[in-house]
């Protein structure tokens, strides 16, 4: 199973960009996908994730600002981010809770994306 991360960059405060995740390989089902992000010197942090069924969660920061949704037919997890400020600037990985054939459940972390935001 592979986890492949697309769309960070460097924005202006106020801007929005939209990080994407696309999980392959032999998975059998997916029980939860969600993104994380790392500052630098700082430890890493779950900024929102989105369970099977649809519930989901976000840190306190995201909340009104970040939007997570789940492709099933993709398999790929969103993260939409709007309003950004210079303190969301970080490198987010996408991570994944995937049921599969050998593992029969494992935890995947994507290779990480740069987010930064300028002032």
């Known amino acids: 199973v592979q986890l492949q991360e697309s769309g960070g960059g460097l924005v202006q405060a106020g801007g929005s960009l939209r990080l994407s995740c696309e999980a392959s390989?032999?998975?059998?089902?997916?029980?939860?996908m969600g993104w994380y992000r790392q500052p630098p010197g700082k430890q890493r942090e779950l900024v929102a994730s989105v369970a099977h069924e649809g519930r989901t969660t976000y840190t306190d920061s995201a909340k009104g600002r970040f939007t997570i949704s789940f492709d099933n037919a993709e398999n790929t997890v969103y993260l939409q981010m709007n309003s950004l400020r210079p303190e969301d600037s970080a490198v987010y990985y996408c991570n994944a809770d995937i049921s599969g054939y050998d593992p029969s459940e494992y935890i995947y972390w994507g290779q990480g994306t740069q987010v930064t935001v300028s002032s």
């Open positions: 390989g032999r998975i059998i089902a997916i029980n939860d």
